[in-house]
């Protein structure tokens, strides 16, 4: 079985029965959960495939790892391999706040284009929560991935390009300028949010939903506040609706629907608040299905929902451009540096980022053992830390162990 590429064609990805798809390993925690997810892709895809198809892992370099060995944080051969070998998957990696290097994280899905943040939110029986129901919570959040304040276009207060920046927006907008209230002290950020950009965040958004016969599609924007901006994106998101996809207006507006052309049902178009939307994740989930979001907003939206459901442990992603097929997996949390080296963590949302992966790819049969395992997993009360303290009865286990438990119950 010749280890090959993964390649895209005519819009659809070509998978070969042993696709070299390249991992990140991560900072901090990164390695322990790097080294149990393995176990578990591995053996979903002896057991879903029985030796037939199998995958060549390829270590690339970015982060810690990167610059201790190469003196460079985010190597090209890094970005070379993604780009040429489409498909991979990460851990989380360290950005430093205030000052150093900016994320490497976002700067992977900017330098790729991977323009969706795909982060799906349901719960598996058994997981502690801090909610009454936490059943009642299934949602996929499409966050946007490459503009908005993540552009990383900011100028240092007190830098000569700030000064000079400061010097052109006073000339050239006056009034405006005025409104900055502490204008000697302040550093400035810049927030684009383009109409493209949103077209085809919020054109895959409706598109999973009809693909995966979901009931609606909300956007959250903040854009009373934002009008431009955030309330571009309100008004956009509703234009793709109407016109690509034949929404009519509910009630006189804005609110939206129109029939799946797959199943026939009608699909919902709303909106909501970004502030609104934070307390009724927690008072009425069950009103929320798809979410179409900025990239600031699904970055707190990500987070909030994966506590409703069980914590940050479990909460996967994926990173993705429908139209070049490229893609990166990763999970929601970050390095948890504390924990570092002490194989301590929940892999799991490493491993249901690998689970998307393998759907993506359309290796369903793998995919669906490591949610079986997982499950089983779950059910023997066989668990890390952040379950175990929450669990009664659980067995505390390691990262490895853990990742050995799903595999095991597949
Ligand atoms: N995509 C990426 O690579 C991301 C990278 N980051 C980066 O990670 C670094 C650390 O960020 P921080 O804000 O501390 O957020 P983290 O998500 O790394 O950790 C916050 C807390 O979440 C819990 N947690 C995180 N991961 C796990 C896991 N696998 N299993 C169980 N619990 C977990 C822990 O909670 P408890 O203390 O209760 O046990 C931890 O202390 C920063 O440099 C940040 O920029 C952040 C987010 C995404
Ligand atoms: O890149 C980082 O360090 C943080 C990114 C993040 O929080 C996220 O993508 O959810
Ligand atoms: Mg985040």
Redesign the pocket.
């Known amino acids: 079985m010749p280890a090959q590429p993964i390649t895209m064609h005519n819009g659809r990805l070509q998978v070969p029965d042993a696709p070299i798809i390249p991992f990140i390993e991560?900072?901090?925690?990164g390695p322990d959960?790097w080294r149990a997810s393995q176990v578990v892709f591995d053996a979903a895809v002896e057991k879903a495939y029985g030796g037939k198809k199998k995958i060549e892992w390829k270590e690339v370099l970015a982060g810690e790892k990167a610059f201790n060995q190469t003196g460079n944080w985010l190597p090209d051969e890094t970005l070379d391999a993604f780009r040429s070998l489409l498909v991979g998957i990460?851990?989380?990696?360290?950005?430093?706040?205030g000052g150093g290097i900016r994320?490497?994280?976002v700067a992977l899905r900017q330098i790729l284009d991977l323009y969706v943040c795909l982060r799906p939110v349901q719960y598996f029986t058994g997981v502690p929560s801090p909610v009454k129901q936490p059943e009642l919570t299934d949602m996929v959040i499409f966050r946007e991935n490459t503009e908005d304040i993540y552009a990383g276009i900011e100028f240092e207060n007190g830098t000569a390009d700030c000064d000079k920046f400061k010097k052109l927006f006073s000339e050239a907008f006056p009034d405006r300028w005025k409104k900055v209230r502490f204008p000697a002290s302040a550093g400035i950020g810049i927030k684009p949010v383009s109409q493209e950009g949103t077209a085809r965040l919020v054109r895959a958004a409706i598109q999973y939903a009809i693909d995966n016969d979901r009931r609606s599609v909300t956007l959250v924007h903040k854009g009373n506040i934002m009008k431009f901006t955030e309330g571009g994106f309100r008004d956009w998101g509703y234009e793709v609706a109407k016109k690509e996809f034949g929404a009519a207006e509910l009630d006189g507006g804005p609110w939206c629907a129109f029939k799946s052309p797959k199943s026939g049902k009608e699909i919902v178009v709303k909106d909501v608040i970004a502030d609104a939307m934070l307390q009724q994740i927690l008072t009425r989930p069950a009103d929320y299905d798809v979410i179409a979001t900025l990239n600031l907003n699904g970055d707190y939206i990500s987070?909030a929902l994966a506590a409703c459901v069980g914590?940050?442990?479990i909460a996967p992603?994926g990173n993705i451009n429908y139209v070049s097929g490229h893609a990166i997996f990763?999970?929601?949390?970050?390095?948890?540096?504390?924990?570092a080296n002490q194989d301590k963590?929940?892999?799991?949302?490493?491993i249901l980022s690998g689970e998307m992966m393998f759907r993506y790819l359309g290796w369903t049969e793998a995919a669906d053992l490591i949610i079986k395992g997982l499950n089983g997993a779950i059910a023997a009360k066989t668990v890390?830390?952040?379950f175990e303290r929450l669990m009664d009865g659980a067995k505390l286990v390691k990262c490895s162990e853990f990742g050995q438990a799903v595999a095991k119950h597949m």
């Open positions: 991560g900072d901090g925690t959960i990460k851990g989380p990696l360290t950005t430093p706040v994320s490497l994280n987070d914590g940050i442990g992603g990763e999970a929601t949390h970050g390095t948890a540096p504390k924990y963590v929940n892999p799991g949302s490493v890390t830390y952040d």
